[in-house]
């Protein structure tokens, strides 16, 4: 079977997994306590007025009507109007809306413990029992141990603190302004992503045509990265320290096969036998690993961007089930089933090209 032949495979057997989620989805939408005419209405509404919204929203049909038109909207991506965050919205142009925030914060929360938590793992593998391996070793418990909602309650207070005061912390010669450098004065409002015109700067003009070149805000991206570092960090952590504990294994038991035995025996440099070797096989169990940061994403951001105040996709999220807006709870379900889904196989391709006895069968 060829690579995208597997892929077509794996895409058809995606369906059925994203039929049975959604049904899911929808049965405990519909029979669970959510009720949407009282969260439209309140609670205290006549029963006249009641029945006439409930009849407006099509909720006094039959249930498997109900289901077949669910099920339509979502397989056309016809998700429906939103019926108490924002009333007579499309569900697509909130989501829309909204996700910029979410993937910023899942951008770096998906960066910081690649660029931290595997490094300092292959380092403790390669140099296993030393200070540097207990540090890391260490480092990663302790990591992997904090809770992200106990971590972001306490990071968010301490941060939100320093705001009420501007000190200068010396190390030795160097001056470092706590305040200037987090921005505290803006922890708990979303970030801004204004930091690119579309339009661009004007340059010229020919024939009426004007020529741009889009501008970038330096000012404004630093802004933006700062604010959003903070849950990206409690929201990584717990990745940070597998990452670097699975990466210290796995390059302890590569390091100590045959094949890099011989490759040793054989003269080749140590430089060309961990780079070569070592590294490329390392990163087979941590695949899985990285690419599960989408199920942190899914469930880590509805509360961090509820502590953060980040008002992206876990944010409205949060909201719609608070408030019992049906068509975005479930709308918004629908594209946690599909992005599931697909990093699992995304993470099956990958996994035949970064180790090729990786069958297709």
């Known amino acids: 079977m060829s690579r995208w032949g597997y892929f077509a495979r794996r895409l058809l057997l995606a369906v059925p997994v994203v039929l049975f989620g959604v049904t899911i989805t929808f049965a405990i939408i519909r029979l669970g306590p959510l ?86 793992g292959f380092y403790a593998g390669l140099n296993p029992n030393t200070m540097g391996d207990y ?45 200037a450098w987090i921005v505290t004065n803006n922890i708990g409002t979303p970030p801004p992503l204004n930091f690119y015109d579309p339009n661009g ?41 597998n990452e670097m504990r699975l990466g210290r294994t796995a390059v302890l038991e590569t390091i100590n096969s045959k094949y890099v035995e011989t490759a040793r025996a054989k003269g080749l440099s140590r430089q060309k036998i961990v780079w070569k070797h070592v590294f490329r096989n390392a990163l087979i169990p941590l695949v899985p690993i990285i690419l599960n940061e989408a199920f942190l994403l899914i469930g880590g951001s509805v509360i961090m961007e509820q502590i953060f105040a980040i008002n992206g996709i876990g944010y409205l999220f949060f909201q719609a089930a608070l408030q019992g807006d049906m068509p975005l709870v479930g709308s918004l379900m629908y594209i946690f089933i599909l992005i599931i889904v697909f990093m699992n196989i995304f993470q099956d391709f990958l996994y035949t090209i970064i180790d090729p006895r990786v069958g297709y069968e």
Do not use: C
């Open 135 to 179: 540090f890391a070793s260490f480092g990663g418990i302790i990591w992997r141990a904090m809770p992200n909602f106990w971590l972001g309650v306490i990071l968010y207070s301490v941060l939100s603190q320093s705001v009420t005061y501007s000190e200068m912390l010396t190390f030795g010669v160097v001056q470092f302004q706590w305040d």
């Open 35 to 120: 009720d949407p005419v009282a969260a439209i209405l309140g609670p205290n509404t006549p029963p006249s007025q009641y029945a006439r919204v409930e009849a407006q929203l099509g909720l006094n049909r039959p249930l498997w009507e109900q289901y077949i038109e669910y099920m339509v909207g979502l397989l056309t991506f016809d998700l429906g109007n939103s019926y108490v965050i924002q009333d007579n919205t499309k569900a697509m142009t909130l989501i829309v809306g909204h996700a910029p925030r979410t993937l910023w914060l899942g951008f770096w929360s998906v960066l910081i413990p690649l660029f931290i938590g595997i490094p300092l």
């Open 201 to 241: 700067t004007e340059l010229f003009t020919i024939g009426g045509t004007t020529i741009s070149l889009f501008s970038f805000d330096w000012e404004v991206f630093v802004r933006a990265v700062k604010m959003v570092l903070p849950p990206a960090i409690v929201l990584g952590s717990a990745s940070m320290g």
